[in-house]
């Protein structure tokens, strides 16, 4: 099946009410255990990339960082029978964004939601201008992807959620195709100190002001067992918590098209990198040692596939 924009996959999925995950990658390993997962769900895949990946895989020169996984994922996904997306994750420096859309990435995220509203606009219209006159479709951000704790005031939660009235003149604004709204999840593997709560009623009115497809960032579960694992065989990663699968369908039933994926697959790859290490010292070929690091992504990918109603969607 041939690469595709991403908005193609993504307005499927807001007419038939269910989300893609879509999957960081830094390296090849990942890369793999993730079509393979895809593959075994027939599911339509996103594929992301950060612009610390895009360093890391061009030492530090975006151009070359964007054309390699460009012609990884275009190449692999012209071989395999789902459509495949590639998608630029936090996009703050315009040379980064540049560099995805020149390589021919499927979709961009500009990031300017650390600004206020209006220069938020402002830099998000200049991208969206670039990127949809290349046929690279466009996702953007508003408020501040960080957890909201009980005792905080209105004002403070205001400043850090989404504004639903700001997000339906955003879009107007914009016309950029798809929308994160910060509704309480943040980054990496410690989202909560207490129970996971998503702002639902901010979630729902984005959705009828903008009728676009919603990102949710930060939707890693966060695995208990593979947490666990991964301690057990040395790791050391304590007070974790994620959004529990069961939130993460209540968000797709208010709106929410596409669940931003990376902390789970870190974790799972570690967790087998890990025992895989312990239980055969004597091993040094990659391939062997990667093996269960990759199995274990494969299965958080075809959970995540299930869990959101992508599967057999392709
Ligand atoms: O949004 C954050 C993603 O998990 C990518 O993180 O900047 O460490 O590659 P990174
Ligand atoms: P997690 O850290 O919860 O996996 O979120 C990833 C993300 O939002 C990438 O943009
Ligand atoms: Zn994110």
């Known amino acids: ?68 996984f460009v012609n990884l994922v275009r190449g692999y996904a012209e071989t395999v029978p789902i459509p495949i997306a590639l998608h630029l994750d936090h996009g703050k420096n315009y040379q980064f964004i540049i560099a995805a859309i020149k390589a021919g990435y499927s979709s961009v995220m500009i990031d300017a939601s650390e600004h206020p509203f209006e220069q938020n606009v402002q830099e998000t219209k200049e991208i969206v201008k670039i990127a ?32 639903p009235d ?19 999840t943040s980054h990496g593997a410690f989202k909560f100190k207490g129970e996971a709560k998503l702002d639902f009623g901010r979630l729902k009115r984005v959705k009828e002001l903008t009728g676009i497809p919603l990102v949710l960032h ?4 966060v695995p208990e067992e593979l947490v666990e694992l991964a301690n057990n065989y040395g790791a050391r990663i304590t007070g974790a918590k994620g959004v ?12 929410v098209n596409k669940v931003n994926t990376d902390t789970d697959l870190r ?11 312990h239980d055969k010292p004597e091993e040094f070929d990659p391939r062997k040692y990667f093996k269960l690091a990759k199995e274990h992504v494969t299965r958080v990918v075809r959970e995540r596939l299930k869990l959101l109603g992508a599967s057999g969607k392709a």
Not at 34 to 54: C, R, W, Y
Not at 176 to 184: E, H, K, S, T, Y
Not at 218 to 221: N, R
């Open 218 to 221: 930060g939707a890693s579960s």
């Open 166 to 184: 700001e997000a339906g003149k955003f879009v107007e604004l914009t016309e950029v195709d798809f929308l994160a709204p910060a509704i309480g």
């Open 267 to 277: 974790i799972a790859f570690l967790a087998g990198l890990r025992k895989s290490l």
């Open 1 to 68: 099946m041939p690469y595709v924009n991403t908005k193609e996959i993504l307005d499927k999925a807001n007419k038939e009410y269910f989300a893609v995950p879509a999957f960081n990658i830094n390296n090849i390993e990942f890369f793999h255990a993730i079509v393979d997962g895809a593959m075994e769900e027939s599911a339509p895949l996103i594929i992301e990339t950060s612009e610390g990946a895009i360093k890391y895989a061009g030492n530090g020169d975006p151009f070359r960082g964007a054309e390699f």
């Open 132 to 163: 949809h006159a290349a046929g690279v479709s466009v996702e953007a951000e508003l408020g501040r992807l960080k957890g909201v704790e009980d005792n905080v005031s209105v004002d403070e939660r205001d400043a850090i959620l989404v504004n």
């Open 244 to 255: 529990p699968p069961e939130v993460l369908q209540e968000a797709v039933r208010y709106g």
